[in-house]
């Protein structure tokens, strides 16, 4: 080992290899317990009890990232990774086989606090006590011209994963980026930092040439990147992408047929600063959601079953104040004030918290209700692996989803376990309702998923819901945000979906195949299932008002 005189003694925590892999999975493990809405029962609730952790490519990016193509590292690319590893106060290590190694960087010439180098010439270098206490006490880790059995080592995925799980950045250029990539269960020796990304250097210019195009067509439900040489892409915040250096890089994702299903050029930042805020062009959540769904039908939308609720109930709320006749038909659905009810606020901005709050199991409890419990994470691995979360929505008669935004909520819970128990509630009779974004999420075909905004209707990668109910679009705040057009133009463009726009202060319960309107205001419906041309604001079913899904068009009854 060879250190600089600013590097302080790592904390000295591990003496064998054999003592890292255990800490670092009880530290990814480690999750907070579930809360309940009193103190009696939440002092009785246990850290919840997890399963083993699979790889989740949906899962939000932990840490920080940093891919680089061949050729010298931008300057920016270099300000970028010391500011991931926390700027002027930042310890960074580097394992390559030699201090002559090109990517071999003195990151205190870049502006970090420290810098340190390890010999790692093959995979037996990486039990080297240390050089593990030296990985575990880094903000950054950068790799060199490793080996390949070095590269694929399962105890440097780990120490990497570890990494990256406490908030460090990883980085790695040419060879040593690609092998941060792939696609978990393919691509089982990398460790797939950066699920579905697929690096292709060379590329001059991809603004007018078409490599990643064509490798896109080679490689199917992947993101193809095409990197001109001395371009790197910054991961951070989970999910952002910032991309650095001189040029453009440019993404592509086909399908297996032949047909490209999203495609981009975007140009490189040539310059920025120390302590710069780093940019967010590229949304890799979004584009690994675009990779999946390459895989299965293009138009999934088309092949739906008609509109019902075979079991149970369907209670969406638009937005605004629930009334209380609402929250009593909720009740009555449910069993009764002392059904199991389970309120989610996942949908806003909290983050995990033993003590997460929720209106709806406020209002029900000021309401009489006797067992409520409030569900809440902020991570995708406790809503596929917790299984005392996972339990308490299988235990509930009734549940409410939160409102907030919709992208928020399938980011934590969509495609999970906890997905799953939600469906089972309605199986076995139960009431599922929600508000604003937990009326949209419900549906078939998912509106306002972009997380920049939520004006727009179909943002690439959020546009499948819970489908708790087949066939139905919903949207929240209708009339009170004048969205007719919008999700006219979504009924258009998506024949087969029954377009439900439902206002604030207004319900619709849905039973079997018939909706009923509650509580203030009504309901506008756009139906292009028999053709013709759809009214521009639709067809108004007012409170109290009932149709059938199946004709939703006829006078409201």
């Known amino acids: 080992m060879t250190s600089h005189p600013r590097l302080a003694p790592p904390l000295a925590l591990l003496a064998t290899a054999a003592a890292v892999v255990p800490l ?11 809360a309940s809405t009193t ?11 997890q399963a083993p952790i699979e790889h989740d490519e949906l899962a939000r990016l932990p840490g920080a990232l940093l891919l680089a193509a061949p050729g010298e590292l931008a300057p920016a690319a270099r300000s970028a990774f010391v500011d991931l590893a926390g700027g002027g106060a930042a310890t960074i290590v580097t394992l390559s086989p030699s201090k002559d190694d090109a990517r071999a960087i003195d990151w205190r010439d870049e502006g970090a606090h420290a810098s340190a180098w390890f010999r790692t010439r093959s995979a037996i270098d990486l039990e080297d006590p240390n050089l593990l206490e030296g990985l575990l006490a880094a903000d950054g880790v950068w790799l060199g011209a490793l080996d390949e059995r070095t590269l694929t080592s399962p105890l440097l995925r780990a120490l990497l994963v570890a990494a990256m799980e406490r908030g460090a950045v990883v980085g790695g250029a040419a060879e040593q980026a690609v092998a941060l990539t792939g696609v978990p269960g393919v691509d089982s020796a990398r460790p797939c930092l950066a699920p579905r990304l ?5 590329s001059q210019d991809p603004a007018h040439e078409d490599t990643h195009h064509e490798v896109g067509r080679e490689t199917p439900a992947r993101i193809v990147a095409a990197m001109p040489d001395g371009t790197a892409i910054a991961f951070h915040g989970g999910r952002w992408g910032d991309l650095l250096g001189a040029g453009k890089i440019g993404f592509a994702v086909y399908r297996a047929n032949g047909e490209m299903v999203e495609e981009h050029v975007l140009p490189c930042r040539a310059a920025r600063d120390l302590g710069d805020p780093l940019g967010d062009p590229f949304d890799l959540l979004a584009w690994i959601r675009q990779a999946r769904e390459a895989e299965g039908a293009s138009e999934w939308w088309r092949d739906r079953a008609e509109p019902r609720v075979a079991k149970g109930a369907l209670i969406v709320q638009g937005g605004g104040g629930v009334s209380e006749a609402t929250w009593q038909r909720f009740i009555e659905l449910a069993g009764g004030p002392d059904a199991n009810i389970v309120s989610i606020p996942s949908a806003n901005t909290m983050e995990d918290d033993a003590a997460p709050r929720s209106y709806s199991a406020h209002e029900l409890e000021q309401l009489g209700c006797t067992s409520v419990r409030i569900v809440h994470t902020a991570e995708r691995r406790r809503a596929n692996h917790d299984r005392h979360l996972i339990a308490a929505i299988d235990a509930a008669d009734a549940v409410w989803i939160d409102g907030g935004r919709t992208f928020r909520f399938m980011d934590r819970f969509g495609e999970t376990a906890a997905a799953d128990a939600l469906a089972r509630v309605l199986e076995r009779g139960g009431v599922v309702g929600g508000s604003s974004a937990g009326c949209q999420v419900v549906g078939d075909l998912l509106v306002r998923g972009d997380p920049k905004s939520n004006n727009e209707m179909l943002y690439p990668g959020y546009t499948r819901g819970l489908g708790l109910i087949e066939g139905v679009v919903f949207d929240a705040h209708f009339r009170e945000r004048r969205r007719h057009e919008q999700l006219r133009g979504v009924v258009q463009d998506h024949p087969t979906m029954l377009g439900i726009g439902v206002d604030a202060g207004t319900a619709l319960q849905i039973r079997g195949t018939t909706a009923e309107v509650l509580g203030e205001n009504g309901v506008d419906v756009y139906d292009a299932r028999r053709g013709g041309e759809l009214p521009e604001r639709g067809v108004a079913h007012e409170s109290g008002a009932s149709f059938e899904l199946t004709a939703p068009l006829e006078d409201a009854r």
């Not at 103190?39 to 009890?49: G, W």
């Not at 697929?198 to 060379?202: C, P």
């Open 39 to 49: 103190d009696a029962t939440r002092a009785s609730d246990a850290r919840a009890t």
């Open 198 to 202: 697929h690096l292709e250097f060379g």
């Open 24 to 34: 670092a999975v009880q530290a990814i493990h480690a999750t907070p317990p579930l």
